[in-house]
């Protein structure tokens, strides 16, 4: 027995040992990372991330429990200096970070590929069946007009180009101002009902996110895909947010057996989009085209013609077709959250509400119906209300920003990154870089708190006095990155902004709303499950008091 006990003892200080010497190790190489720079006027590829154990890697074990807290940690592999090779267990993958870093990375994209990414999305997020997705596997065509040298892809097959080109014309071409019209005309139609359905006195709300999240999907599902979508299944609407809220549970791929409860909603979301798709195949007709190429069952010419483009390609059917557009739909997530955190910060501090109001209603226009209608041109120009949304997506956008040169090697700078190497950018680092953001003159307003002034600048050269701010993000190119960068950053950023600046502009015109107790101070929701898909939910509800506004007032 005491033997065994002195074996044990042997054991566990051999252990101790073994432990004590690999963290030392680790350390040395550490310090060395963190010195190394590189050589001058040589290009070289970055070095590895330390780790202790070779095997695991640099295994984020602190990850699982709060991802934003990690992915913060001054000492780990997102927060180096220079590009870094990470490895953990069988991957490996490059860190860019810093603002010089992450605009050279946007110049190079242009040499990217973003088929690995799209298809692991399509295929752990929407179940896309492996016959479709097999088309993704066999495009080494590139992303440009021209199919990369050697390609044997016929053009029909091209899925990553020409999907991408539908989203440009539709989000960035002629498609843009017909959908833009459509969900004006939806948003203001809807926030007004609401408004007729709220007394003047104060009514409460369970949650202020959830009022403003339902209206704006509403209007925007509405002007994605006409009407029917949402009439022919009414719980589309819950089953659209329960499945993002179960998002990462598809993406770590968790068989369906371990989660019955999500994979059930993301099949009853499926099945609303495929009967909304067969009603408009059974009833459209070229003679129900409107004069912006629109028609009532398939709402945006968008769908009709993807119809069309994925039957020419090998692998997709009608339910094929439904998956990959469950996913366009689904992408408009980020602008409604993003609109409700807008919201919810403007009726926060009564300042900056009396702010926004002031320019708002500067702009405010009554129809012959009595409706509160806005110019969008004119919510573009106003600075404060620019600024709350750029700041709303500076602190609430936590998204991992991918890419992979193709068939060349990319270069940051002075730092070359293999080609078929990933490369990974968290937007999170970005915005919560203290050296790059303003911060106040005393460091009043640190990075992980609101405050629209890292946006807005006051006087200028010709006129050092002028007390009225003007809007700029040109100065923080590679900082604030919520919509990515290079020639493959969202194309719907422009949608995106005028949709956030509009609801926020309408909810400010019609209501008065007080947030309650705790939900004043709402955190956002940075588990696992929460972190890292785009714009945050909060981790709690936001209950509130809402009334119309005396428009007397206004």
Not at 214 to 220: C, F, L, P, R
Not at 224 to 230: E, V
Not at 281 to 299: E, K, M, N
């Amino acid at each position: 027995m005491f033997y065994d006990i002195l074996c044990g003892a042997n054991l566990g200080a051999f252990s101790l040992l073994v432990i004590a010497a690999l963290w030392c190790w680790y350390a040395a190489r550490y310090d060395s990372s963190k010195a190394h720079k590189k050589p001058s006027n040589a290009k070289c590829i970055p070095t590895t991330f330390p780790y202790v154990f070779p095997l695991l890697g640099s295994l984020p074990i602190a990850y699982l429990w709060n991802p934003r807290a990690f992915v913060l940690d001054p000492n780990n592999f997102f927060q180096s200096a220079h590009p870094v090779l990470v490895k953990i267990l069988t991957q490996e993958f490059y860190v860019i970070r810093g603002p010089e870093n992450v605009k050279a990375l946007f110049r190079g994209s242009w040499a990217c590929t973003s088929i690995p990414f799209v298809k692991f999305a399509l295929g752990y997020a929407f179940g896309l069946p492996a016959k479709a997705l097999s088309l993704y596997d066999k495009d080494n065509s590139g992303s440009g007009h021209v199919p990369h040298p050697g390609s044997s892809v016929e053009p029909r097959n091209r899925i990553d180009y020409r999907v991408y080109q539908s989203l440009i014309r539709f989000l960035e071409g002629k498609g843009l101002q017909p959908f833009w019209n459509r969900f004006s005309n939806n948003i203001t139609q809807q926030l007004h009902s609401f408004h007729d359905r709220v007394g003047s006195d104060w009514e409460y709300r369970a949650d202020l996110m959830k009022v403003v999240g339902d209206e704006a999907t509403v209007s925007i599902i509405n002007a994605l895909c006409g009407p029917h979508l949402l009439r022919l299944n009414p719980h589309f609407l819950q089953d659209f947010w329960d499945f993002d809220r179960n998002l990462q549970t598809y993406l770590q791929g968790f068989p369906w057996f371990l989660a019955p409860r999500a994979y059930a909603i993301r099949k009853r979301a499926l099945d609303a989009v495929k009967v909304w798709q067969q009603h408009a195949r059974d009833h459209y007709s070229d003679s129900v085209i409107g004069a912006d190429g629109d028609d009532p069952f398939w709402g945006s010419s968008f769908f009709r013609e993807r119809q069309e483009m994925f039957l020419e390609m090998d692998g997709f059917d009608y339910d094929a077709i439904a998956f990959e557009d469950f996913g366009a739909i689904w992408a408009a997530r980020n602008s409604v959250t993003a609109a409700s955190w807008t919201i919810f910060e403007i009726y926060r501090d009564t300042e900056l509400l009396a702010s926004v109001r002031t320019e708002v209603d500067a702009c405010a226009l009554k129809g012959e119906d009595g409706r509160i209608r806005f110019d969008i041109d004119q919510l573009l120009r106003l600075p404060v209300l620019q600024a709350v949304y750029a700041e709303t997506l500076r602190l609430r956008m936590h998204f991992y920003i991918i890419r992979m040169p193709d068939n060349v090697d990319l270069n940051i700078r002075d730092w070359v990154i293999p080609r078929r190497k990933v490369i990974v950018t968290p937007t999170t680092v970005a915005h919560m870089d203290s050296e790059a953001w303003s911060t106040g003159s005393n460091n009043e307003h640190p990075v992980d708190q609101f405050w629209i002034g890292r946006f807005l600048k006051y006087g200028s050269k010709s006129a050092p006095d002028n007390t009225s701010p003007t809007f700029s993000t040109k100065e923080l190119e590679g900082s604030w990155i919520p919509y990515g960068g290079g020639p493959r950053q969202c194309p719907g950023r422009h949608f995106a902004k005028r949709q956030i600046l509009l609801t926020a502009a309408l909810m400010v015109s019609l209501f008065d709303c007080e947030i309650l107790g705790d939900g004043r101070n709402v955190q956002e929701d940075f588990t696992l499950k929460g972190f890292g898909s785009g714009v945050s939910h909060p981790a709690g509800k936001v209950p509130m008091r809402i009334r119309r506004r005396d428009r007397n007032r206004m």
